[in-house]
């Protein structure tokens, strides 16, 4: 099979062994972190519990495994994108910061918007420059333009909240002990380059040719930020996802609808011959073929009883008008490229939602990774796993 850049099956039949690895690595991950940042972890409930005010209604105190994740999210992007950061001037940042949220309302100017936001992400976020990952000197002046950075870029909305979170937690300590804080995190993120090669690179293994053979394709695009992401952002998001799992599990069980929202690329047949109704902003497939991914999830979800949605893309979800997904008492097993998962879990639990995730074994959906579209597909074991609760 044709892999894009990463692929849960590698040469077998299912990815059963990925999920089984994961969650191995996984425990490793939440031993490593939880000795070295212990004492960050701490203090960081501390700042926390002193201005509650300041966590969004729906929220709580977060678990202490979705603090590491929140740790290890601070210096992976560190790592991959604070040199780029360094070189963004103030005035281009908020141009772009703006221009991104322009593109969230933009109904029909959509094209032109993203067009303009294109040529600009190309010329102003330097990502030609992501092979170098010249990371900048661990500074909390040095994060304010990180934060810049990642805001311009519109992809990082949910990380950007809570990285300012940690920005005004390292504001509020002395300045030495912030910059040792940084360096303990940068610490972290090291071990977890080399050991998530190790353990998980076998399932990323065109990533890397991706993005020099073929990402330069979409320059001056408005996914050349999205598309260029780098090999340890996928590891990142495998392992965030069983975090999340893990950490909204109960809560999700204890939901009494759960609905299963489905990408558009799992379809075997294009938008115009699928036979998916319309419903609200998303879709309800009538199991039209026997050999579509999404008729199979349909008719598993009638099984347990757990309805099934297929969205056209991670931002129609997020659509505060779509009263499907944002019913009362919902919990939401959300599908999706592993690029998309972290974010994606974030913005449900916002919104007072649970999730647990699914993976698409790999990529391929037409708007981003493939010309004529590969239709994707999930791991069913898994995806009973969660529905059932075992
Ligand atoms: S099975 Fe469902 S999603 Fe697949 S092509 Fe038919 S109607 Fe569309």
Known sequence: MYVITYSLRKDEPNSENFYNTVAVFTDEVLIEAGGLLADITEDYYAFLAEGKEELPAKEELPAKEEVILELLMLGIL??????????????SGRMLTSLSEIRQDAGRFKPGVDFLKGIMSTLFLSPDLYDNMLAADPDTNHFNMLLLWLEATGEFKQ????????????????HAKAVDTLESIFALTLWFEVRTNEVLGTFTPNVDRYLNEIRPERYWHEDVIF??????????????????????????????RKIILLPACMRILPAGKCRAKAVGGAYQCSECSVECS????????????VEVIIVPHESSISNSGNDLIFEEDTGVIGVAC??????GGWMLKERGIPAQCVLLDYCGCKNHWHDEGLPTDINLNQLIRIMSGK
């Not at 560190?78 to 780029?84: I, L, M, N, P």
């Not at 990380?159 to 937690?169: I, N, S």
């Not at 340890?232 to 975090?243: D, Q």
């Open 294 to 305: 999404v008729g199979r999830v349909t008719k598993l979800g009638k099984k347990y009883g």
């Open 78 to 91: 560190w790592r991959v994108y604070s040199g780029d950061a360094m070189k963004l001037g103030e005035a």
């Open 338 to 343: 592993v690029l998309n998962l972290i974010s």
């Open 227 to 256: 598309c260029g992401r780098r090999r340890l952002e996928y590891h990142l998001n495998m392992v965030g996802a069983e975090i999340m799992n893990r950490t909204y599990r109960k809560a999700f069980l204890n939901k009494k």
């Open 159 to 174: 990380e950007v909240k809570r990285l300012r979170k940690w920005q005004k937690f390292l504001e509020s300590i002395p």
